[in-house]
């Protein structure tokens, strides 16, 4: 009941096949020519304008400005988590002590 019922093979007729065209033939192209490679120094590798080296320069700045006052807020934070939870503990302990001379007094 649940089987899959496949056609016999007798009964399968294939599509015509149309011979697809071969692709057009094109020359390889020449091999570029081989130049003489530059020295290795590093004075050659960039080469940056003034307002370009300044603009570099300024986005480092602000990035590590970024970096640095995202750091500042997370440790004040924690600054701020510290002295609210030693605050609680101060109050906590207040209260038990008077808590514990009041069962004492009956």
């Not at 056609?7 to 697809?20: L, V």
Request: hydrophobic share 50%.
């Amino acid at each position: 009941m649940f089987k899959p019922k496949y056609p016999s093979p007798d009964t399968y007729t294939p599509a015509t096949i149309r011979p697809t065209p071969a692709p057009a033939q094109h020359p390889e192209p020449a091999p570029a020519p081989v130049t003489a490679k530059a020295p290795n120094t590093l004075s050659g590798l960039v080469q940056h304008s003034p307002g370009a080296t300044l603009a570099l320069a300024a986005g480092a700045v602000a990035g590590v400005l970024a970096l640095a006052s995202v750091a500042v807020s997370l440790l004040l934070a924690v600054a701020v988590t510290a002295v609210a939870l030693s605050i609680s503990a101060v109050v906590v302990l207040f209260l038990v002590r008077a808590l514990r001379q009041e069962f004492k007094n009956h």
